[in-house]
């Protein structure tokens, strides 16, 4: 127990993987012989550490007591905790890291690259997440064994205070394993794209779309936390790589970020480089107009930057899906209930609580609590019929049902709006957890 609670201190502050090496004494010096004696190559240092299962904290061996590998949404998910557990949901201490498959087998520079990189110690709000601006070094390195299905996490960081942790731990997946697909890169973040669209306009140029929101035509790219779009002439989609700092081609390039609180936009042209570098290589099917590769990788002079690498189809932006009528209902781990009663809790000024069950007929706080009724945590200034991602309120915005919690650093979009008793709510995680409800609720003040 004591070497657990001091390795979640360490996590709390820090959670760094020490650079775990093999130590050798110096040689003694070699007496020359008629025939010279080659020394014995001193074995070469391990950037990770060595025992299998294992935590270190500034060379302190810790054992792992539970590991799962998991498929989060196109990324493998990889969780670890001193503690002895049946379940990730019976976790009160954990590290937890996300990659994408096209990461694996190699290492990766965490001063350089962003990863999702989470630890928690079961006692603080909230998980928290490790960041390059935490470390002095960082090094990270996801290894898959086809043959047997194991995944193996090596972790070796030193964080700014000089204290150092490494992690060894193997584990496999119990889903199918996510495939390599497109990706878009911002600031460094490699995420899946998840949707993709094109626009020809009048005058011969192709728009296409690029983002990691999962969202299902183009009339909802106003939900999306950001997107990159590049506009390129039609005579210009030959997949011929250009720089758009020397290039004669007609171009347009711009990344929107719409988080709350964070709106900027991200532009440059042919005409206005305003600082931006980088290469462009797109290209379009003569037999399908729908299908398109892209490979660019370009900064901007306000030090946002992007890289897409995409082959596949497009959906044109006139798509309009068919909007049929939405049940009042919600979905948690593929079970999906009616909702008969829901709440708003507005007794906090400032912090307001949605409360929705499938019983009839409950009308105050104490009976959804009683009831095990799903919960949603929301700023008063969130109910304003725009969409809320989780990173848009780090501290507050959550769902949580049956024990579950979902919250930054994980993604999830809330869109809610209440006119006297009036509710339009709409909520998702992207995988987990969806619910929608329009309709009257009971308000508590």
Not at 208 to 231: H, N, P, Q
Not at 257 to 281: F, H, I, K, W, Y
Not at 398 to 406: A, L
Request: glycine share 6%; net charge negative; with cysteine.
């Amino acid at each position: 127990m004591k070497t657990t609670m001091q390795f979640m201190r360490f996590i709390l502050f820090a959670f760094v993987l020490s650079a775990f090496a093999v130590s050798c004494d110096d040689d003694e010096p070699l007496q020359q012989t008629e025939t010279p004696i080659t020394p014995t190559p001193k074995p070469e240092e391990s950037l990770y550490p060595e025992k299998s299962m294992t935590f270190v904290v500034d060379g302190e061996e810790i054992p792992v007591g539970a590991a799962f590998c998991n498929n989060y949404e196109g990324y493998v998910l990889v969780t670890a905790s001193p503690e002895k557990v049946e379940s990730i949901g019976d976790m009160m201490k954990f590290i937890q890291v996300l990659v994408l498959p096209q990461s694996l087998n190699q290492d990766i520079d965490l001063k350089k690259e962003v990863l999702t990189i989470n630890a928690w110690d079961g006692e603080i709000e909230m998980p928290i997440q490790i960041t390059s601006d935490m470390l002095e070094s960082g090094t990270m390195r996801l290894n898959y064994d086809e043959a047997s299905g194991e995944y193996t996490l090596l972790m070796a960081m030193t964080f700014t205070d000089g204290k150092k942790v490494g992690v060894n731990v193997s584990a496999i997946m119990s889903d199918p394993a996510p495939e390599e697909g497109n990706t878009i890169t911002i600031n460094n973040e490699q995420m899946p794209i998840r949707a993709q669209f094109y626009m020809d306009d009048e005058e011969g140029n192709v728009y296409l779309y690029f983002t990691s929101a999962k969202i299902y035509y183009f009339g909802e790219i106003e939900k999306a936390e950001d997107y990159f779009c590049i506009v390129l002439n039609e005579d210009d989609l030959t997949g011929n790589e250009f720089d758009i700092t020397n290039t004669d081609k007609t171009f347009s390039i711009f990344y929107m970020n719409q988080r709350p609180g964070e709106e900027s936009a991200s532009m440059a042209d042919n005409t206005a480089l305003d600082g931006a570098t980088g290469t462009v290589s797109v290209s379009r099917s003569a037999s399908d107009p729908t299908q398109f590769t892209a490979d660019i990788a370009v900064a901007f002079g306000d030090g946002n930057s992007v890289a897409v690498n995409f082959e596949g189809t497009c959906l044109s932006v006139d798509y309009v899906p068919d909007q049929p009528e939405v049940a009042n209902e919600f979905s948690c781990f593929g079970a999906t209930e009616a909702i008969k009663s829901i709440l708003v809790d507005q007794s906090d000024a400032e912090i307001w609580h949605i409360y929705l069950t499938a019983t009839p007929g409950l009308t105050t706080v104490d009976e959804f609590v009683a009831d095990w009724a799903f919960h949603i945590t929301a700023p008063a200034e969130a109910f304003d019929g725009e969409p809320a991602g989780f990173s848009s309120y780090k501290e507050i915005l959550k769902f949580e049902y049956d024990g579950n919690t979902w919250q930054y650093p994980g993604t999830g979009t809330l869109i809610v709006s209440l006119d006297g008793d009036e509710l339009e709510l709409d909520f998702t995680t992207y995988g987990d957890v969806e619910g929608h409800y329009s309709g009257t609720a009971v308000v508590v003040k």
